[in-house]
């Protein structure tokens, strides 16, 4: 242990000086009042050191500290803890700056993690605790409650992209037991869902299968001749996971007023009655013609039946291989999207029909705004209680003879917050649909009923 440096009368350390203590790693250089350190001065400690404010020879009043590790703090002391207002860094990217109590967060602060993100609220022995806004590195932010260091209680998740959940946390976790579930919007997509949740995301919105129903859609077991159509010469999407088929036989002219596509959920499938809280959601129609009839007559007849369909835009992404035989005697046919479908105006819907329970002779808001007289694409809502219903079409009376895909998907425009939180279309389906073919004809749909004059 010595001393160098100033002393009183009564050969006290006081003034300016250097102290070294028995252990080594000790050492004070600064600032001495009658023996004590006071005011401001250096002190190496074992593994790190302080510079700053001494009172009655201990760490009190303003300073930083560094560690041998790379943590920075700098501050108020009392005592030689941190107490008060400081700000702190570590090595690994995580800073806090706020009010400390015996060496902890406690109080108001903000504190930035390393990957980025961001919460300004309060603490409470070192964790979050209370209320709080955290800003995520995506661009959300959560404002809501904290208790020991977890999401609990009220809160609100947004997304920059304009999606927002409101709903009751505990202990991390939303709480599927709170009254009134959760409450979500994606205000782009004009969706919204207000239910229960579990483990991260909604137990509803998303999950299940669309059912179609309505005139002359009947479901068949897949088989290699069902139809002459082979499973492996069918596009992917229109078998349906569970080996089902969806297939109709309609007559150019037929009068569509009852097809509906419900969305089915665990529980319903299960035969227990549930409305979906979900609303917004939205399904696109297109119509290929995928096999047409060959005119036996006539070595152009495939020719003949795209000409039939003139005007309408062909594609490949129907999903088959323009090099597979679709079917027998038709060879490398390029899928072609058509008019089979005409959505009649609300005004021409005619009057029902006898012992026609359908929809009334209009289009949903949706088809009516964005469709015209001869559509080949049709989107329409689904409903509260999960339910889409095609609006009243006419099959096109130059409709070529031939088997059609009708293909239904989910085409709700989802934004990346709806996603991350587990919000997902349903799967896509098709519906096989022969129009004169074999001298098929409509099994249910009406044929146009002339106006009354």
Known sequence: MS?????????????????????????????FHRGIKQGQGSFLICGGQYEGSFENGEITGTGK???????????EFVMGEMHGQGRMSLPTGESYVGLFFQNKRH???ELTSPDGTVYQGTFESHKKHGEGIEYLPGGATFTGIWS??????????????????????????????????????????????????????????????????????????STDDDDGVSRSE????????????????LGAGDRLTDWTFQIKTTKQLDKKTRILPEKGRTVEITTWLVAPVP??????????????NAGTDAGTDAGTDENEEILPGVEKFVPVQTRLFIVVPKEDGGEEEEGNTGIDGGTSALAAEELGDHPTCITVEIDEKGVACLPTVDVNVDTAPGTYAVKVRDSTKYGKGSLSLG?????????????????GGSKGGSKKKKKKK
């Open 3 to 31: 001393y160098t440096g100033e002393l009183d009368t009564n050969l006290r350390r006081h003034g300016r000086g250097t102290y070294n203590y028995n252990n080594t790693s000790f050492k004070y250089t600064g600032n």
């Open 295 to 308: 005119n036996e007559d006539d070595d152009e007849g495939v020719t003949q039946a795209v000409d039939a």
């Open 148 to 221: 020991q260091g977890k999401r609990h209680g009220a809160g609100t998740l947004a997304f920059p992209g304009g999606e927002c959940l409101k709903a009751t946390w505990n202990n991390g976790e939303i709480n599927p037991e709170a009254e009134g579930g959760a409450e979500f919007h994606d205000a782009n997509a004009q969706y919204s869902y207000n239910g229960s949740w579990l483990k991260g995301q909604p137990t509803e919105a998303g999950v299940g299968e669309i059912v179609p129903k309505g005139a002359g859609i009947t479901v068949s077991e």
């Open 234 to 249: 069918v596009e992917p999407s229109t078998v349906e996971p569970s080996g089902k088929r969806w297939i109709s036989s």
């Open 65 to 75: 500290r560094t560690w041998d590790s790379g943590t920075q703090y700098e501050g």
């Open 423 to 439: 919000f997902v279309l349903c799967d896509a389906f098709t519906i096989l649909v022969s129009v004169g073919v074999d001298g």
């Open 107 to 109: 109080g108001a602060g």
